[in-house]
T-cell receptor
Framework: ETGVTQTPRHLVMGMTNKKSLKCEQH?????MYWYKQSAKKPLELMFV???????ENNSVPSRFSPECPNSSHLFLHLHTLQPEDSALYLC????????????FGPGTRLLVL | GENVEQHPSTLSVQEGDSAVIKCTYS??????FPWYKQELGKRPQLIID?????GEKKDQRIAVTLNKTAKHFSLHITETQPEDSAVYFC?????????????FGQGTILTVHP
């Protein structure tokens, strides 16, 4: 599938590193999302962007910084992460933000050492 | 905010049997309830969804029922096959001004034995 792509697919970083996750959607959607998926936990919504504007920040620590330069691209900038931040980070998009189907990317598997 | 509870956490069935997964939600304003299937190492994919103006929706071997009064919805898979083995997530949207916010259940690991 090429609808929603994410890079890198795997990332190992130290607690003092700075890295960025990238998401791109080729579906012409207007809303994009970042989710965190940890083992034995439900999918946790982190951020929502609608028409490039952030509409939701689900009490995410400031060491996660999102950026949405246009409706097709979404970034998650990471700095001074903790080992408990290790998880699968999933990007999703939907046509708009009103109860529409969300399409997920393959995710970035992040390991913080 | 919305709270979604999903049961059971694991479900094991024989091929050909039916499987039922149940979810409850707390926000009476929720009006969109999708179900996602996530195979090992893959992305979650929508398999069926239902909106609050209908009580049941069917797509081949998969059906979803919604009881708005009781605030619960269920996924039914009939004639299960080994390829149905995956983690299934229910979700509900948050009403009011946070329409795009989906709250997910904890997931159900379904194993279908040949």
């Amino acid at each position: 599938e090429t609808g929603v792509t994410q890079t890198p697919r795997h990332l190992v970083m130290g607690m003092t590193n700075k890295k960025s996750l990238k998401c791109e959607q080729h579906l012409g959607h207007n809303a994009m999302y970042w989710y965190k998926q940890s083992a034995k936990k439900p999918l946790e919504l982190m951020f929502v962007y609608n028409f490039k504007e952030q509409t939701e920040n689900n009490s995410v620590p400031s060491r996660f910084s999102p950026e949405c330069p246009n409706s097709s691209h979404l970034f998650l900038h990471l700095h001074t992460l903790q080992p408990e931040d290790s998880a699968l980070y999933l990007c999703a998009s939907s046509q708009d933000w009103i109860g529409e189907t969300q399409y997920f990317g393959p995710g970035t598997r992040l390991l913080v050492l | 905010g919305e709270n979604v509870e999903q049961h059971p956490s694991t479900l094991s069935v024989q091929e050909g049997d039916s499987a039922v997964i149940k979810c409850t939600y707390s926000d009476s304003a929720s009006n969109y309830f999708p179900w996602y299937k996530q195979e090992l190492g893959k992305r979650p994919q929508l398999i069926i969804d239902i909106r609050s103006n209908v009580g049941e929706k069917k797509d081949q071997r998969i059906a979803v029922t919604l009881n708005k009064t009781a605030k619960h919805f269920s996924l039914h898979i009939t004639e299960t096959q080994p390829e149905d083995s995956a983690v299934y997530f229910c979700a509900a949207n948050t009403g009011g001004t946070s329409y795009g916010k989906l709250t997910f259940g904890q997931g159900t690991i379904l194993t279908v034995h040949p």
